[in-house]
């Protein structure tokens, strides 16, 4: 859980839009490019050996990261226990990440040995589980309205993941967002204190850049050649 707000971080209000460079666009566009969906195994008999002063430095900026990534829109105040945002964050660092992936098959008997998780979190450097919370999901009956306002929950926190991986990237980390699977399960939850009301977007995974230099294996998305610009269609009246 997220108890304090780096020195770096600032939150402030304007009455109107900053100046901004031409060269903005550039840099902006350039990240969107360079960000990768890389997916690492790690190996338990082969453990990754981060620098403590590095950690640590990279923990500072994967928080820094996750909190300007907290500036994406929302259009409703979600209100649960007294918080608009309608995304919660949950990072852990590579030594919990490792605990985790040793008690895996223990916390889910039912999960195959060719499960992928393990060998994700012994690889990664850092994991950040992201939550939405719906607010009528639940419920038998919807009226429109209601599903529109949890359309719009969803679809804003997906902006600030994001968010988040065009920030990693930035900062020269590997990033690769992971439904979950058993980390978005009730047991899993229940381990670790998150509220059952919250749903499991996203489970990003983190490469530090040191980590990034060493062989290891990484399986880029599978989606990224398939990609076109048939999906834009300029509207006339």
Known sequence: MLTSIPATIRFVKMNKPPEFDASVFEHVADVVKRRRTLKVLGDFEAPRHIDPKLAAEHQSSVLEA???????PFHYDRGADGIAEL?????????????????????????????KLPSMLVGCGALVLITWLPQFRDREVLTA?????????????????????????????????????????????????????????????????????????????????????????????
């Open 66 to 72: 996750l909190y300007l990534a907290g500036q994406a």
């Open 145 to 237: 309205a209601q599903v529109a306002m949890d359309d719009e929950h969803l679809a804003a926190a997906s902006a600030m993941v994001q968010n988040l991986l065009l920030l990693l990237t930035a900062k020269n980390m590997g990033t690769y967002w992971s439904g979950g699977g058993q980390l978005g399960s009730a047991r899993c939850f229940e381990q670790f204190g998150i509220s059952k009301t919250e749903k499991l977007l996203a489970a990003v995974f983190i490469e530090y850049p040191e980590m990034r230099q060493e062989t290891i294996e990484r399986k880029p998305g599978k989606l990224r050649d398939a990609r076109c610009k048939d999906w834009v269609r300029v509207l006339g009246v």
């Open 87 to 115: 995304w919660r964050a949950y990072p852990m660092w590579h030594p919990q990440c490792r605990e985790l992936a040793e008690v895996f098959h223990d916390w889910f008997p039912d999960a195959g040995v060719t499960n």
